[in-house]
């Protein structure tokens, strides 16, 4: 089974800032079969990149996702108060990342 | 608009059974997979089994396999969960979720609000 493995655990940023989330895989894995969601308190997750590049529907142009291989990343172009939350990156039909937390410094 | 509503949470003692449902609207069903995935309370996410839409293929972690069993009933747009041998560390909310594709399954897209599970003596 592939591990995921997200860090850092935890980011502290202001808004406006720019925000890099890295998600590392213990085996290569196709860029096709990576997505990343965003989880705030008391909600369910939110899918915002599938195909580890390509955004989802009404998901704004300031999220985007690259990588290929076993290193994957996730990057908010400029932080709004909104985007403060829980980024988790997931391999197609198996396990999630840990979790990347993006709080307001 | 897509929506999925979970139900059939509950408190269980460790051993014991119980089984989730998950009523599907708003899209047709039977052209998606689906997927079961949990959350510890205060942990991540951790994706539990997946179906395809005509049920041909069908995953598990490997820290439920053997003892939970995912199916689905297109002719009533729903979706269930069979638990069995609870333990402890079962303890989690409950998502339903939708596939993001069609066929077999891959990514959740769309999420229902969960259903708790329990597990305690």
């Known amino acids: 089974e592939i591990v995921l493995t997200q860090s850092p655990g935890t980011l502290s940023l202001s808004p406006g800032e720019r925000a890099t989330l890295s998600c590392r895989a213990s085996?290569?894995?196709?860029?096709?079969?990576l997505a990343w969601y965003q989880q705030k308190p008391g909600q369910a997750p939110r899918l915002l990149i599938y195909?580890?590049?390509s955004r989802a529907t009404d998901i704004p142009d300031r999220f985007s996702g690259s990588g290929s291989g076993t290193d994957f990343t996730l990057t908010i172009s400029r932080l709004e108060p909104e985007d403060f939350a829980v980024y988790y990156c997931?391999?197609?039909?198996?396990?999630f990342g840990g979790g990347t937390k993006v709080e307001i410094k | 608009e897509v929506q999925l509503l979970e139900s059939g949470g509950g408190l269980v003692q460790p051993g014991g059974s119980l089984r989730l449902s998950c009523a599907a609207s708003?899209?047709?069903?039977?052209?998606?997979?689906m997927h079961w995935v949990r959350q510890a309370p205060g942990k991540g996410l951790e994706w539990v089994s997946g179906?395809?839409?005509?049920?041909?293929?069908?995953?598990?972690a490997d820290s439920v396999k053997g003892r939970f069993t995912i199916s689905r009933d297109n002719a009533k747009n729903s979706l269930s969960l069979q638990m069995n041998s609870l333990r402890v560390e079962d303890t989690a909310l409950y998502y339903c979720?939708?596939?993001f594709g069609g066929g077999s399954y891959g990514i959740p897209d769309y999420w229902g609000q969960g259903t708790l599970v329990t597990v305690s003596s």
């Open positions: 979720a939708k596939d």
């Open positions: 085996q290569s894995i196709s860029s096709s079969y």
């Open positions: 195909a580890a590049s």
């Open positions: 997931q391999q197609y039909g198996s396990s």
């Open positions: 179906i395809s839409f005509n049920s041909g293929r069908i995953g598990y």
């Open positions: 708003g899209f047709t069903f039977e052209d998606y997979a």
